[in-house]
């Protein structure tokens, strides 16, 4: 197959992040007989640095021209602690979300077993872990309006507003994600307090009873789903929430497994899927060759297994990464003090063993 994949490095370590998931696509691409096109584009701080929008056009254009989209990270400190900024790198992100219809984020929680004594639960209530969140992405208190500041400057507000067919949508997601998995949802709200979470009950109880009657659907308040979720995480599977909720509670789920360095997500809509890391810029270890990978190399596994239906080659840079970490070819995140390998090491060990297996 021919597919033209735009790459967006971003800031902080994403440009050393994507070159690794490069790489592997590369080495995928020629032990299967693919042909991978690869453009890249400006985001984020890099691309206020170059022209002053944190979302150029051709960013866009080049986006919307291709069969999908790796993404870096986002971010940089000296935004971070200026609240008068008037561009901001993460109104990059939003923008792309909002303007290439991304509204469902996946983001899969899975155990890799030989880190389970890597997370900071304890083995026996991180065993099984299993589950997948699906965030809303681009609704909710995000995008709400109106938002501001009032004149005199004393008074703030955001908004939170859904629609019937924006939760709709998501619902159909996690439900049909649930049908290939445990058949769980958990939807996550805090209907006790919010009119939206009650608009989300109803209409995902409707869903659930007129489209998939034979998944079991649970429910949730946010405040106990944090709980439950370092309490007793093997029992979700998939994890549905609104946007904000989501962003939150998938960071949580995160470390459950050991490193926010290992996990993939994918960000899907109408239109070119995305697929990227759950961590972000890391800007602390920007430039300094030492930033785990594998989180952006198992994107590129989603990328190739949900946006290409190449199941074979996702699983082969699957078994790559498990191979890695059970060989302990590991990043300093994850590796005992002095034997840390480096990010190009990681991703060259990845895509030798692509070669050679
Ligand atoms: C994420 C990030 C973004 C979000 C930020 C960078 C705007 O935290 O992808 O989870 O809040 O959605
Ligand atoms: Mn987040």
């Given at each position: 197959?021919?597919?033209?994949i ?67 990270a ?33 983001r ?12 900071p ?6 065993k ?6 699906v ?30 067919p ?45 489209e ?75 430039g ?46 994850l ?23």
């Amino acid at each position: 197959m021919q597919k033209v994949i735009t790459v967006l490095p971003g800031d902080g370590i994403g440009p050393e992040i994507t070159e690794q998931a490069v790489k592997v696509l590369k080495a995928v691409a020629g032990k299967f007989g693919h042909k991978f096109i690869f453009q890249y584009g400006l985001i984020g701080a890099a691309a206020i640095d170059a022209c002053g929008n944190p979302y150029p056009e051709e960013t866009h254009n080049m986006c919307i021209a291709s069969d999908a989209i790796l993404f870096g990270a986002i971010g940089d400190p000296k935004y971070d602690n200026d609240p008068s900024a008037k561009v901001r790198p993460e109104q990059g992100l939003l923008k792309m979300r909002r303007e290439l219809g991304l509204f469902a984020n996946i983001r899969p929680v899975e155990l890799f077993p030989s880190l389970a004594n890597r997370s900071p639960l304890k083995e026996e209530i991180i065993k099984g872990v299993d589950m997948v969140v699906v965030r809303e992405l681009t609704g909710g208190i995000y995008f709400g309006e109106p938002r501001g500041r009032s004149e005199d400057g004393s008074k703030a507000y955001d908004t939170c507003v859904y629609s019937k067919p924006e939760v709709e949508r998501i619902s159909r997601v996690a439900f049909n994600m649930a049908t290939g998995r445990r058949g769980v949802v958990t939807l996550v709200d805090k209907a006790n307090v919010l009119a939206t979470s009650r608009l989300w009950r109803e209409v995902v109880t409707d869903i659930h009873k007129n489209e998939f009657p034979q998944i079991t659907l649970n429910f949730l308040f946010v405040d106990n789903a944090a709980m439950q979720l370092v309490t007793n995480p093997s029992k979700f599977d998939v994890l549905l929430t609104e946007n904000m909720f989501g962003d939150i509670l998938s960071d949580q789920a995160s470390v459950l497994t050991g490193s926010i360095g290992l996990l993939p997500s994918a960000s899907i809509g109408d239109k070119v899927p995305l697929f990227e890391p759950i961590h972000g810029s890391y800007p602390q270890a920007a430039g300094r060759n030492i930033a785990n990978p594998l989180a952006t190399i198992l994107s590129a596994a989603m990328m190739l297994n949900d946006a290409f239906h190449a199941k074979d080659e996702a699983e082969i840079i699957k078994n790559a990464c498990r191979a890695a970490i059970e060989q302990k070819i590991l990043t300093e995140d994850l590796a005992e003090s002095g034997k840390a390998f480096s990010t190009t090491e990681t991703g060259d060990w990845i895509e030798g063993y692509i070669l050679n297996n």
